[in-house]
C-alpha cells in the first residue's frame, strides 16, 4: 500500500506557483520522498527527491518539515504543460532497488 | 540517466491470444521492473525481472499470465498470455540504473505499450 496521502487535484493559474501538499505521517529514517508526474499517456517523469532537508532543481523545489511527516512540491511559474498528475512517494533506500508504490497522486491543472 | 525504448508502442488484439511487450535500455542496468497501468487509475507494480533467475511477482500476478525474460543488462520482455478485454491497459517498463546506491538515483520509465483487447 501507497505510504503518502495527497490531494485528489488542485487547480492553478498559469504564471503563480504551484505548490502540491503530500502527508507521510509513517515514513521511517531511511526512506527518501520522492516525486514524479505523468503527463497524459507518459511514463512517469522524475521530479526531484529529498531525505530531510529542502531541495531545488531545474524543475521544482522540495520542501519537508522538521518531522518530515509531510513535504510540498513547488513548481515556481507553472504552465499549462505542467498539467498532470503528480504522484509522492516514499522509497527506503536501505533496502536497495526497493518498489516505487504508487498512490492515487494529485491531478494539477495549470489555467490559463 | 537512462533511455528506455519499449515495443510495441500500442497493439490492438483479439481475445485469447498473446502479446510480448520488449523493453530496451541503452546502458545496463542492474534492476528492471514492469508495471501496468489500467485505464484511469494509478500504476501498479507487476514484477520485478530479475537478470538470470526467474522473475518475481507481485501479489495478484502469477507467471503463466505475465511471463518474464530478462537475458541481459539492458533487455526485458512481459508477454501477456491469453488476454481477456479486463487486460485493456497501458504496460510500463522501468530501471534502477546503478548497482551501488547513491542519494542521487532515481527510477526510470520507459513511454509505455497501450494495449487494447477485443
Known amino acids: 500500500d501507497a505510504k503518502t496521502t495527497q490531494p485528489p487535484s488542485m487547480d492553478c493559474a498559469e504564471g503563480r506557483a504551484a505548490n502540491l501538499p503530500c502527508n507521510h505521517s509513517t515514513i521511517s529514517g531511511n526512506e527518501y520522498v520522492y516525486w514524479y508526474r505523468q503527463i497524459h499517456s507518459q511514463g512517469p517523469q522524475y521530479i526531484i527527491h529529498g531525505l530531510k532537508n529542502n531541495e531545488t532543481n531545474e524543475m521544482a523545489s522540495l520542501i519537508i518539515t522538521e518531522d518530515r511527516k509531510s513535504s510540498t512540491l513547488i513548481l515556481p511559474h507553472a504552465t499549462l504543460r505542467d498539467t498532470a498528475v503528480y504522484y509522492c512517494?516514499?522509497?527506503?533506500?536501505?533496502?536497495?532497488?526497493?518498489?516505487?508504490?504508487f498512490g492515487a497522486g494529485t491531478i494539477l491543472r495549470v489555467k490559463s | 540517466s537512462a533511455v528506455i525504448s519499449q515495443k510495441p508502442s500500442r497493439d490492438i488484439c483479439q481475445r485469447g491470444t498473446s502479446l510480448t511487450i520488449q523493453c530496451q535500455v541503452d546502458?545496463?542496468?542492474?534492476?528492471m521492473f514492469w508495471y501496468r497501468q489500467q485505464p484511469g487509475q494509478s500504476l501498479t507494480l507487476i514484477a520485478t525481472?530479475?537478470?538470470?533467475?526467474?522473475?518475481?511477482?507481485e501479489s495478484g500476478f502469477v507467471i503463466d499470465k505475465f511471463p518474464i525474460s530478462r537475458p541481459n543488462l539492458t533487455f526485458s520482455t512481459l508477454t501477456v498470455s491469453n488476454m481477456s478485454p479486463e487486460d485493456s491497459s497501458i504496460y510500463l517498463c522501468s530501471v534502477w540504473p546503478r548497482k551501488i546506491h547513491s542519494s542521487t538515483d532515481t527510477q526510470y520509465f520507459g513511454p509505455g505499450t497501450r494495449l487494447t483487447v477485443l
Open positions: 512517494i516514499v522509497r527506503d533506500v536501505v533496502e536497495y532497488g526497493n518498489k516505487l508504490v
Open positions: 546502458s545496463q542496468v542492474t534492476m
Open positions: 525481472a530479475n537478470q538470470g533467475s526467474e522473475a518475481t511477482y
